[in-house]
């Protein structure tokens, strides 16, 4: 582990500043970094003479860049695929979520943030779900934020927790569909209940308020709110949380909108779409951000313009279980700040940022000539000063500019720029096309070297591997979890498929094709 406590000029190749509006490319350019921030950015030759005696850090061979922003993400140590569960539907694929093994909320955060940091992240909003009683729960989030500690990259850790919709979405509805069980059925369905001696509600406020004051003036670590789902809660806890996270100056993210059934869940029990359910309860603001957003209609997009809503966009995630494609341009068009999100459920399942990148760019384009589509520049935005905003710190993160934090990345070009590259190619288009996780060569946070050569400076990835892998081997598989799964899934597939909501036909038959 080291600092960069002395001035230290970081040099590349290419230096993207992240700058909005203007060229943000300086070709043989350096940033100044001393005391954990930027202090100058220009010239490489210019800085080199104005500040003589500083270190120096990078070359000709690298390109140096802000550190990217994961707007949405669910950390762990092996991903949905590693433990046997196939992507499908996002509700019959969270109700196979029961067959995963336990595991170490501190090893899966510090594995997730390894991966991260591969691939530039500097800053993670992780959204957490745990449960059992508050003490089992206050230890699972205290070992979580413990990771990151660890780990020495920015998180807001929002915590969440479900207040209803342990079975299927809607206030009340978990009853009825118990009901509608035969009595062998409903003993398995009762798993999925809350165990006597379960987390309340005011048992939740009460260890979030004592974990707020711990990390209220963490330098890298916030702890948030993250209510699972307008589906999984009330309306009185949506109203209690906005009103806590205004007083304690924090940020709310949830899901909203992810899949279709979300949208058919707003219609049959708010009698509107769920953003306007939302902002009718009085619980937007710019500190809250919502994730996916993919069947959000032209009002709601209004609404999360209006009110200052940012949007984490998880392509790959919204493809493999079969959410569909967000409507990002008109997002944009309505003036929504999108960031970009991981969501722990990439296209390769790597959690590669590059390639989320390509992939966001890549599915925007209209077929039209002259229709919309993201631009490189675009796509690069939402990875940093989208992200920088959905996060509350646009001030601070998402660019190299004198002021803001030295959270940067030096990404070797050896492999992405051979074996040749004509002179007039755009730099920024080419990294962003060509860059993956492995030609990170350098992360830093805070001006503090977290990542180098290919492994975290704070903790030995192989052996927190190691340690990970030990304790699953140890731990049975949850069998009972699995024979509910299977005797459950038929009957929760066909709840959804009864679901009718007339007014939705025909643009349901226009969105499903």
């Known amino acids: 582990m080291s600092e960069l406590t002395d001035r230290t000029l970081i040099t590349g190749r290419w230096v993207f500043t992240g700058a909005e509006g203007v060229d943000d490319l300086l070709t043989e350019g350096a940033i100044l970094v001393e005391g954990g921030h930027v202090r100058d950015v220009g010239s490489r030759r210019v800085l080199r003479e104005r500040y003589r005696g500083a270190r120096i850090v990078g070359s000709d061979r690298y390109a140096v860049m802000p550190g990217l922003i994961n707007a949405h993400h669910h950390s762990h140590g092996a991903t949905s695929a590693q433990h046997g569960i196939s992507d499908q539907v996002l509700e019959p694929w969270i109700l196979s979520l029961a067959r995963k ?271 919309p589509a993201l631009g490189w520049r675009d796509v690069w935005g939402m990875a940093t000063l989208g992200g920088a905003r959905l996060y509350g710190r646009p001030g601070v993160l998402g660019r190299l500019a004198a002021g803001y934090a030295a959270d940067v990345v030096l990404v070797d070009l050896e492999r992405i720029t051979s074996p040749w590259v004509a002179p007039e190619a755009d730099p920024l288009e080419l990294t962003l096309m060509r860059a993956r996780a492995g030609d990170v060569e350098m992360v830093l946070v805070g001006g503090e070297v977290v990542f180098e050569r290919g492994e975290p400076t704070r903790f030995d990835e192989q052996e927190a591997a190691a340690a990970f892998a030990d304790a699953l081997e140890e731990t049975p598989f949850p069998a009972d979890a699995a024979e509910m799964i299977d005797e459950l899934k038929p009957r929760i597939n066909a709840w959804y498929e009864a679901w009718d909501v007339p007014e939705l036909k025909p643009w349901m038959a226009r969105n499903s094709k």
Not at 180 to 199: F, H, K, T, V, Y
Not at 220 to 244: I, K, M, Y
Request: glycine letters at 10%; proline letters at 5%.
């Open 101 to 371: 093994r336990e595991t170490n909320p501190y090893l899966n955060t510090l594995l997730s943030a390894g991966r991260l940091l591969r691939t530039g992240v500097t800053t993670v909003v992780d959204n957490f779900g745990g449960g059992g009683t508050a003490d089992q729960y206050s230890h699972q989030v205290r070992n979580a934020l413990r990771g990151y500690e660890h780990a020495g990259m920015r998180a807001a850790f929002a915590a969440g927790f479900k207040t209803e919709g342990f079975l299927v979405h809607g206030s009340g509805e978990d009853q009825r569909f118990m009901q509608s069980l035969s009595p062998d059925l409903q003993i398995l369905a009762s798993r999925r209940l809350p165990e006597p001696g379960a987390m309340a509600v005011d048992e939740y406020f009460g260890l979030m308020a004592d974990h707020h004051e711990r990390y209220a003036d963490h330098p890298r670590v916030d702890l948030w709110f993250g209510p699972p789902g307008p589906q999984w809660v009330s309306p009185q806890f949506l109203c209690q949380l906005a009103e806590t996270a205004e007083s304690w100056n924090v940020g709310i993210q949830t899901h909203v909108n992810e899949s279709l059934y979300e949208r058919l869940h707003a219609e049959k029990f708010y009698g509107e779409p769920t953003m306007l359910f939302l902002e009718r309860l009085g619980i937007l603001s710019p500190r809250f951000s919502v994730a996916h957003g993919v069947w959000c209609n032209e009002e709601e997009l209004d609404v999360l313009g209006r009110n200052g809503v940012s949007v984490a966009h998880n392509p790959s995630s919204n493809l493999r279980l079969r959410a569909g494609i967000a409507p990002v341009n008109a997002m944009r068009t309505n003036d929504v700040n999108v960031a970009l999100g991981l969501d722990g459920t990439t296209i390769d399942d790597d959690d590669d940022m590059f390639a989320e990148m390509r992939l966001a760019k890549h599915l925007s384009g209209s077929p039209e000539l002259s229709g």
